[in-house]
């Protein structure tokens, strides 16, 4: 009982952080508007200034509803995979779901002579990037369920996924090698992850596929605890580990694969975020695992956006840099600090 009502005391709190961290990130930026003010506009209120709560629902709004999205879908999903691998150093795109999407944008952006033309008719090149993403993510889906049920070994679908990420980067290096600079400098800039450029129909369709892979991860909680001991102590427990595995890859591939077309390639929440988690809620349970990591992705992420927004500049840092120095960090923290973890 003691412990039920520590983490009830704990969700508590995260979720006040979370809000916090959301009326933080809407008030910070080049033009700084008081928390209050922030929580007028968002309710209709009486603002001081009409041009703040403009700013604050068509700019800052969508940006901060998709950083909530995106930590909360990367780190799930990196959860799912340390669990399913067994694996601490696993994250959300070890089975190449980002690679793939980043052949897709590669294609479309640095093979435009050949494809970017018939992708991109019509749509922008917004829209154009968002559909090449999906796309390279979902044949990479594809090709990594055909194996899984060839497989019979875990661990082997982890090196497959690992080959299949080497392999679709190595075309992304030789048309990098070829293309012309203004066209690789436009792949890169997509490279650094933006969180700004979706509009409010996009965003409803990334939520609907982020929703879509939490509900899944949730529906295979009792598979994922029992995987945390073994393939074969799951199927003792009457757990399918091979209709299981479908299940996991597919949530995963959904959080990190929608997320990639429609943010870029965000390193390192997904790998730092679950260890984070484990030691703020000291369990293995992924009923408390899941709705814990899905909070505090949200929180870090919405942090590290505030960062990136340098309050007071004009200026805005690629958010993957951001990610990138509060993640490796704690993962290099995590290893001095040697803690024992079951995998």
């Keep these: 009982m003691n412990t039920t009502k520590t ?38 209120g009486p603002i001081t200034n009409e041009s703040w709560k403009y700013i604050i629902v068509n700019y800052r709004l969508p940006k901060s509803l998709t950083a909530i999205l995106v930590g909360s879908g990367l780190s799930l999903s990196g959860l799912l995979m340390q669990t399913l691998f067994r694996n601490p150093l696993a994250g959300p795109f070890v089975l190449g779901i980002s690679s793939g999407a980043s052949l897709g944008v590669a294609i479309l952006v640095m093979g435009a002579s050949l494809f970017g033309g018939v992708i991109g008719i019509g749509l922008g090149y917004a829209a154009g990037t968002i559909i090449a993403a999906t796309i390279g993510s979902f044949l990479v889906l594809l090709a990594i369920m055909i194996v899984a049920s060839a497989v019979k070994d875990t661990m082997t679908l982890l090196i497959i996924g690992l080959m299949f990420g080497s392999i679709t980067s190595s075309v992304v290096s ?9 066209l690789l400098q436009q792949y890169i800039f997509w490279s650094f992850g933006s969180l700004g450029n ?11 596929l982020v929703v879509l892979g939490i509900l899944i991860a949730i ?19 009457g757990i399918n580990v091979k209709t299981s595995r479908y299940f996991i890859i597919v949530s995963t591939s959904l959080l990190a694969g929608s997320i990639t077309a429609f943010a870029g390639p965000i390193a390192f929440i997904g790998l730092a975020v679950p260890h984070l988690s484990r030691q703020l809620f000291p369990s293995l349970n992924h009923k408390i695992m899941i709705p ?38 704690v993962i290099i923290w995590l290893l001095v600090r040697k803690r024992k973890m079951i995998f």
């Design 7 to 44: 983490y009830y005391a704990s969700f508590l709190i995260l979720g006040a952080f979370l809000l916090i961290s959301f009326v933080l990130n809407l008030s910070l930026g080049s033009v700084s508007v008081p928390p209050k003010e922030v929580i007028y506009a968002l309710f209709d």
């Design 174 to 182: 030789v048309l990098s090698y070829f293309t012309q600079k203004e």
């Design 198 to 208: 979706l509009s409010w129909s996009q965003l409803v369709l990334l939520s609907v």
């Design 219 to 237: 529906y295979c909680i009792k598979p994922l605890n029992a995987l945390l001991l073994g393939e074969h102590y799951a199927s003792s427990l």
């Design 292 to 329: 814990a990591t899905v909070c505090l992705g949200a929180i870090i992420m919405l942090l590290c956006d505030t960062v990136a927004q340098l309050p007071g500049s004009t200026l805005t840092l690629p958010i993957n840099a951001i990610t990138s120095l509060v993640g490796a960090p």
